[in-house]
Nanobody, 124 residues
Framework: QAQLVASGGGLVQPGGSLQLSCVAS????????IGWFRQAPGKEREGVSC???????YYADSMKGRLTISRDNAAGVVYLQMNNLQPEDTAVYYC??????????????????WGQGTQITVTE
C-alpha cells in the first residue's frame, strides 16, 4: 500500500526554522512529482512547494527565499527546510504526490497519495 508519512512539525518562535520530512513507503519516489501543501484554520489548502523527478524546485511567492525543498530518492524521502517562520505560517503541512498536476503548478491535486499532515505553530 502506497503511503507518505510527514513529520517534523512543531512549535517555534517567529524567525525560527524547521525541517519537514516526507517518507514514502509501498512505492518508489523516483518518478513522482512531490508537493508540500498547507492548510491554516478556516482557510483553503494551498501549495507551498513542489519538486519534480529531475530535482527542479518551485516555491510559492509568499514563501520564496525561506524554503528549500529537496529529495533523496534512494532513501525515499522529500525534505522541506523552512526558515524565518512567521505566525502566518501556522498551519498543518501535508506532502503528496501531485500527478497529473505537475510542477511548476502548485495547484492542490484532487488525487494522489497524501501524507497525514504535520502541525506547525509559530508563536511567541
Amino acid at each position: 500500500q502506497a503511503q507518505l508519512v510527514a513529520s517534523g512539525g512543531g512549535l517555534v518562535q517567529p524567525g525560527g526554522s524547521l525541517q519537514l520530512s516526507c517518507v514514502a513507503s509501498g512505492f518508489t519516489l523516483d518518478y513522482h512529482f512531490i508537493g508540500w501543501f498547507r492548510q491554516a484554520p478556516g482557510k483553503e489548502r494551498e501549495g507551498v512547494s513542489c519538486i519534480s523527478p529531475d530535482g527542479s524546485t518551485y516555491y510559492a511567492d509568499s514563501m520564496k527565499g525561506r524554503l528549500t525543498i529537496s529529495r533523496d530518492n534512494a532513501a525515499g524521502v522529500v525534505y522541506l527546510q523552512m526558515n524565518n517562520l512567521q505566525p502566518e505560517d501556522t498551519a498543518v503541512y501535508y506532502c503528496a504526490t501531485t500527478q497529473p498536476v505537475r510542477c511548476p503548478s502548485l495547484r492542490v491535486p484532487l488525487s494522489g497519495v497524501w501524507g497525514q499532515g504535520t502541525q506547525i505553530t509559530v508563536t511567541e
